[in-house]
Structure formats: structure tokens, C-alpha cells
């Protein structure tokens, strides 16, 4: 690559990507972020809020894919995909059954979710997935939490429409990610990395899978990309 191609654009998960073995953000990534030249998004499964507070605190413009491709926000603008509705009657049948999401009364897991709904892992893995299929209905194991979700909501789709109101083509885009709601950026992305930490389903769909860990990881590609771009 010569010294004046610019660096590609990001798409990157937060948890097990941008933080610790322990969940934390490494705040290592603050600076490489905050310094990129070229677009980054984060693309996550948490709901909405936790990524657009974390833009704020990294100093970054404000582009975010949340609950796993239900929720986009670019350029001030924002965008759902997927039925709540349909998973709101699912989640409602699930509980009927005897079914429990596993959060506590405040449930900040789902407060403030829009498009899917987040299980703990201890939660009745089975039911949720009869209940899934019942409802036609994506079950997503993030190892971090079940989400029970439209199957046409993705991070993939978010990354498309990312790419879209930046006007950049999505194979320009590097993604990094861990889990196997990472697959479809990956897919979308002209170039992925999984993180050493990757469950299976992400360390196949990625190009490469790092030696490195979460956010060293993360961290490690940066450095790659600067170094064959000549940055």
C-alpha cells in the first residue's frame, strides 16, 4: 500500500472486542479510536444507549449499530429493523411458560431495548428456541446473553446501511469482532478479523483470526492495517 492510501473505515464490537477478559473497556483503544482518520462505528448487541454514551466518552462521532442490527444511527439519523412487536409476543409466551429472562427488577439489560430482547445465559435455552421458531424468530447465542430477534435485523445489514449514508462501498470496511452476531459484518466487510477470544461461529466467518485477545486484539489489527497502509 502507498503512504497515500487512507486507512479503511472500522466496524467494531465492544464486548469481547474493545474490552478486558473481565468485560471492562480498555482504555488502550481510547487514543487509536479517537485518532482513526477514517469512519468507525461501533456495532454492537447491547441496546441502544450503551454505544452512542460510549462514542461520547471516546470522543468519536456518534455512528453506532446496536441490538445486533435492530437500531443504526448515522449522521443524526436513526434507523430500526426487524418486528418488536413479534418479539414482544414472544417474550410475553416465553414468560407464560414459566420462562425467565434472568435479570433482576431494574433489568438495565432490557430497559432500554427496542428491537430484541436479551436473556441471561442461565435462562431456559430450550424454551427460548421453541419459542423462537414458533414466532419466526432469530435466537442468538453472543455468549453473553441469549437475544431473541427478527432474523432480518443483523449487524451486517446495520454495516450496509453504515456504509450507505457515508457514501463508502461496505468492502471497504474492516470489521473486528468475537461472536457469532459478528458473522454478518464479517460477510459484508471486505476484510474481518476475530479476535483470539472468538467463539467458532466468528473465527470461521473471519478472515483471520488474531493471536491476540479482546481488546489486544482489536488493538494488534490496528496496527496491522497502519502498517500496510503505510499510516
Request: charge should be negative; charged fraction near 30%; hydrophobic fraction near 40%.
Amino acid at each position: 500500500m502507498s503512504a497515500d492510501t487512507p486507512l479503511p473505515p472500522l466496524a467494531l464490537d465492544i464486548d469481547g472486542t474493545l474490552t478486558d477478559e473481565d468485560g471492562r473497556i480498555d482504555p488502550r483503544i481510547f487514543d487509536p479510536l479517537r485518532e482513526w482518520p477514517t469512519p468507525v462505528v461501533l456495532a454492537t448487541g447491547k441496546s441502544f444507549p450503551y454505544p452512542v454514551a460510549l462514542t461520547q466518552f471516546l470522543g468519536i462521532p456518534e455512528r453506532v449499530i446496536a441490538e445486533n442490527g435492530g437500531v443504526t444511527l448515522v449522521d443524526g439519523a436513526v434507523h430500526y429493523e426487524g418486528d418488536p412487536d413479534r418479539v414482544e409476543r414472544a417474550t410475553a409466551a416465553f414468560r407464560d411458560r414459566g420462562g425467565d429472562l434472568g435479570w433482576d427488577a431494574a433489568d438495565t439489560v432490557n430497559r432500554w431495548r427496542e428491537t430484541e430482547v436479551a436473556a441471561r445465559l442461565t435462562a431456559d435455552e430450550s424454551l427460548l428456541r421453541a419459542v423462537a421458531d414458533e414466532f419466526d424468530l432469530e435466537l442468538l447465542d453472543t455468549g453473553y446473553a441469549y437475544h431473541l430477534k427478527a432474523p432480518d435485523a443483523t449487524k451486517g445489514r446495520g454495516l450496509e446501511r453504515v456504509a450507505a449514508a457515508l457514501d463508502t462501498d461496505p468492502a471497504e470496511w474492516v470489521a473486528v469482532g468475537d461472536s457469532e452476531n459478528d458473522a454478518p459484518t464479517f460477510a459484508t466487510a471486505g476484510r474481518s478479523f476475530a479476535v483470539a477470544n472468538a467463539d467458532e461461529t466468528a473465527r470461521s466467518a473471519a478472515d483471520e483470526v488474531l493471536t491476540e485477545g479482546y481488546a489486544a486484539g482489536t488493538l494488534a489489527a490496528l496496527d496491522r492495517l497502519r502498517a500496510e497502509f503505510g499510516d
